[in-house]
């Protein structure tokens, strides 16, 4: 499973993209996405999300429905 950002919430603010440990986050237009390849959803790393724990929109940084 992976993360997803609600791109009509997203403020391009950045914090994210950082915090994230695996590198999966990353500006694409006009928002930022998350590589569903790359998200572990921070397992093994943090116990929570860190682009959620993060993000100052709540609720913008969320689980990305199965496929």
């Not at 999966?24 to 682009?51: L, M, P, S």
């Amino acid at each position: 499973m992976a993360f997803k950002i609600i791109a009509s919430q997203c403020t391009q603010c950045s914090a994210c993209e950082f915090e994230c440990p695996t590198g999966a986050i990353r500006f694409k237009g006009e928002t930022y996405v998350i590589d569903a390849k790359k998200c572990t959803e921070c397992d093994g790393y943090f116990d929570t999300q860190q682009c959620a724990s993060v993000c100052p929109v709540p609720n913008t940084c969320v689980p990305a429905p199965a496929a």
